[in-house]
């Protein structure tokens, strides 16, 4: 097993496969929270609960609201990282150490986040499938993660 593999996410969606290099050397923790919860199956059949055009999509609810969560609040790691098209980013209330298990993937690059919310990955492959996420908040007919597994574990 490299390193390489245990911090890469695969995130299924109905359409295909998008890959999420996870970045530990910005948000330990975080991605270690992460990748505890894909391994328990926890963000299997999850539906994107917020999806704005131009901004973002917003996932990790286990009752699909945006209020719920793993219950695991998480220090913040806020770092220098931009979130640019693509980044993905722990999504949290207004109390900065508030995040848990929701998270979001950027559509374009959205700056104004910059070191007020966590970088914990970046998507490397399947962007276009991030791209066909239903839009709403919440969408009328949301679309939900198949399954999101460590790449290590994938068969």
């Known amino acids: 097993m490299t390193a390489e593999l245990e911090n890469t996410l695969y995130l299924d ?3 295909g496969r998008v890959t999420i290099k996870l970045r530990p050397d910005l948000a330990p923790n975080h991605v270690a929270r992460v990748k505890e ?26 009752d699909g609201t945006g209020m719920g969560g793993s ?37 374009d690059e959205g700056h104004f986040l ?20 239903a839009r709403g908040e919440p969408p009328r007919k949301p679309d939900v993660i198949k399954k999101m597994s460590v790449a290590a574990d994938a068969g």
């Open 114 to 133: 910059n070191g007020q919310y966590t970088v914990w990955g970046e998507v490397t492959d399947g962007m276009e499938h991030v791209d066909r996420i």
């Open 37 to 62: 919860l894909a391994r328990e199956g926890f963000y299997d059949g999850l539906k994107f609960h917020r999806v704005i055009e131009g901004f973002m999509a917003q996932t990790g609810c286990p």
């Open 13 to 15: 969606l109905d359409w």
């Open 71 to 107: 219950g695991k609040n998480l220090k913040a790691e806020f770092s220098k990282a931009p979130f640019d098209r693509g980044v993905v980013g722990a999504a949290r209330a207004q109390n900065p150490h508030s995040a848990d298990s929701q998270f979001f993937i950027m559509f």
